[in-house]
């Protein structure tokens, strides 16, 4: 689903499972909606949703989807020989069971400031961007932060 307040009928027990997951990553998704991704997310949230993925982008409730923003984006390079169209932000939904989103999580707690946790954050929302159909705004220092965490990966 590519929008937000996606209803799956959750049960009581997987309910109160992602309030006491809420508490534990509030940190964190303040950290990312405030200071970390805040040029890029309206908010970010813990999704029961996802199962394989660690994080997706959707959009609000009202926005534009990925593929109705390269749409409107090449419609307005044809009409105006390649005005921006405005880009809305997005909500990130986040897989707090996934091993990346927990070691961020992790690290983030340890230390908001650390290269490494701004890092993978700003890495996980670029592939979200990817998988959910957006485009990517700079694909150099994406491919410049891949790098880096793969040399981290092999010290």
Known sequence: AAKENLNLNESEKAKET???LGREFDTLLNGLKDKVLSSGIEKAVLSTRLVGSPCALVASQ???SGNMER?????AYAKAGGADTIVQKKILDLNPFHPLVKELNTLYKADPESETAKDLANSLYDTAL??????LRDTTTFSNRIDTLL???FN
């Open 18 to 20: 992602m309030e006491v």
């Open 62 to 64: 009202y926005g534009r």
């Open 71 to 75: 749409i409107m984006k090449s419609q």
């Open 151 to 153: 040399r981290r990966s």
């Open 130 to 135: 990817l998988r959910s159909a957006y485009n």
